[in-house]
């Protein structure tokens, strides 16, 4: 089994006894602790505590309780289980990188919060998983559309602003184009106070499929692309409007996809839609806002499960869930 496996009461004897724990670290061939829930223990806040603060993502296996609300992520069979650590085992970097990312920034305001995402996945951009990644990746050059008009069309109907995301023909892809047309869009929302309603679609079979991969790759340096994302974060604009924002979605809504839409106060979504966080395979994070803004709707041990995981989300399971507010035909 990939990983250290425990029980209660090894975590409650390393929580006392630290320097008998065994050597967790991404760097090693213990990149992740599965701890079995079951059974009780008379003190589980040491237990608790310990475990979060392991370098590494905590699995828990079975029923939640004190001790599994501290772990990173909860798994309802080893099997599954297994599944998440043989996903972390494959690039434990980022993997270790995203859970504390997610553990800090749970008590943090939303603007700190998107400092701190950007910095985590600047950092990964200079790493050995994301540099093996684009290496065999990298693309020859930005895919072209085939789509008339501007990348996002803006539509003024008295207090309402409708925005519709504009190339279907490459999935609604976020591009640095259509990024910076949605920030100035939204932008503009946040100046104008006759603008009472803003609403956002996309065009196509999808709302979007994310960030373009033929664009990794395309920035000149990790520290210029932090920068612009703290200038040019379409999620971060949304955050400004977000009470007279809502979103509707549909078919795919993969990384950027949903992560831009989960700082809205209403997403709408069609039932066949579907919801996806792929980054881990890249050896990167969500770093368009969704380890804050998904992770405000759904709880960091869900938004850990869906990176680690990379498993498609229903609509119904997202309604369940809270990352989406309802459901339309």
């Known amino acids: 089994m990939n990983g250290i496996h425990a029980t209660l009461e090894d975590v409650c004897r390393w929580a006392a006894f630290p320097a008998s724990a065994p050597d967790l670290s ?55 289980a297994q599944r998440l650590a043989e996903r972390v085992a494959r690039t434990p970097i980022a993997a270790a990188v995203l859970v504390r990312l997610l553990r ?37 050059a930005p895919a072209a559309h085939r789509d008339a008009g501007p990348a996002v069309v803006v539509t003024r109907d008295g207090d309402a602003l409708a925005l519709e995301l504009n190339r279907p023909s490459n999935r609604n892809g976020m591009t640095v184009e259509m990024r910076d047309a949605l920030v100035e869009a939204l932008h503009l929302a946040a100046a104008d106070d006759g603008v ?16 373009d ?17 703290t200038l040019a974060l379409p999620g971060r604009a949304l955050a400004a409007v977000a009470e007279r924002a809502e ?17 809205a106060s209403r997403i709408v979504a069609r039932r066949t839609a579907w919801f996806q966080l792929p980054e881990l395979q890249f050896g ?46």
């Open 104 to 140: 800090v920034t749970e008590r943090l305001d939303v603007e700190s919060a998107l400092i701190a995402e950007s910095l985590a996945y600047s950092t990964l951009q200079e790493g050995p998983e994301y540099r093996e990644w684009l290496s065999l990746n990298r693309a020859p």
């Open 26 to 80: 991404p760097l090693g061939p213990a990149a992740c602790l599965l701890v079995s829930l079951d059974g009780d223990i008379d003190h589980p806040a040491p237990a608790a505590r310990w475990l979060h603060g392991r370098p590494v993502p905590v699995i828990g296996v079975g029923k939640r309780s004190e001790v599994g609300d501290s772990c990173d992520v909860l798994a309802a069979t080893v099997d599954e």
């Open 284 to 329: 990167l994070i969500p770093g368009a806002g969704g380890c804050v803004g998904i992770a405000r709707r759904i709880g960091r041990q869900r938004t850990a499960w869906m990176v680690l995981s990379g498993a498609r989300v229903d609509a119904p399971t997202a309604l369940d869930w809270g990352l989406v507010d309802a459901l339309d035909a």
């Open 196 to 211: 009472r309603r803003v609403s956002i679609r996309g065009r196509g079979k999808c709302f979007s499929t994310g960030g």
């Open 247 to 263: 979103v509707h979605v549909h078919g795919a809504c993969v990384g950027s996809g949903i992560e831009f839409p989960a700082f």
């Open 213 to 229: 991969l033929t664009e990794f790759g395309s920035a000149p340096d990790p520290a210029t692309a932090h920068i612009v994302r």
